[in-house]
């Protein structure tokens, strides 16, 4: 008796261990997704706009030529303060001239909306870009806007070079200015009485 009930023992304790050995399990397998939107939601408002100008090129010599500037800052008027550019290129005045007389000087007005707040975008400005006649005259002058600066309004405001930084909201706000100067070249011919265009590129990129 004393056998059989030791053997009943063990029997049981080969179940329990067997029972043990093969608790079930199930797995699941979770998908995982995700949407990539690098886009910048960037709008430009108006145009640089230096109004009337009276503007007379010296072509005797490469150096000769005289720049008025637009500070990006609205609040700032325009005035004859050459930049680190204008200085370098401009270090004769001769018979250069350029004067506003008229008209209403505006500066571009750019937005970004739909950031993360108080993202910083890198911003990047032309070092210059050219106004012509189109066609153009072999000879003709042409006027070139150099020393390119920025204000940000938005935010906490102020100047800007290579950064801007949205506000609480996501946002930012800036514009831009430039100083324009006389053709740092030699041109042959007189400027023309109308109007002379360009273009340039602002960039801000994560």
């Known amino acids: 008796m004393k056998k059989f009930s030791k053997n009943l023992s063990v029997l049981g304790a080969a179940l329990i261990a067997t029972m043990a050995g093969s608790v079930s399990a199930e797995t699941l397998t ?8 690098n886009t ?18 010296d072509g005797s010599a490469a150096v000769n030529c005289v720049g008025l500037t637009m500070p990006a800052n609205p609040a700032s008027p325009l005035n004859a303060t050459l930049g680190t550019a204008g200085a370098l290129a401009c270090t004769a005045d001769g018979t250069a001239v350029i004067q506003n007389v008229g008209g209403t000087p505006t ?28 066609p153009a005259p072999a000879g003709a ?3 070139q806007l150099i020393d390119f600066t920025a204000y940000q309004s938005s935010g906490t405001p102020g100047a800007a070079t290579t950064t801007v930084t949205a506000d609480g909201t996501g946002n930012i706000a800036f ?6 100067i006389t053709d740092p070249g030699t041109p042959t011919l007189a400027y023309e009485n109308t109007a002379y265009a360009g273009e340039f590129d602002v960039t801000v990129s994560y």
């Open 141 to 143: 002058p042409i006027l």
């Open 107 to 134: 500066r571009p007005e750019f937005a970004v909306a739909g950031l993360a707040p108080f993202t910083a975008l890198t911003l990047t400005l032309p070092s210059t870009a050219d106004l012509a006649l189109n």
């Open 40 to 57: 910048i939601d960037f709008t430009l408002t108006g145009t640089l706009d230096f109004g009337t100008i009276r503007a007379t090129a």
């Open 175 to 180: 514009t831009v200015g430039a100083t324009m």
């Open 30 to 37: 979770v998908p995982v997704a995700v949407t990539v939107d």
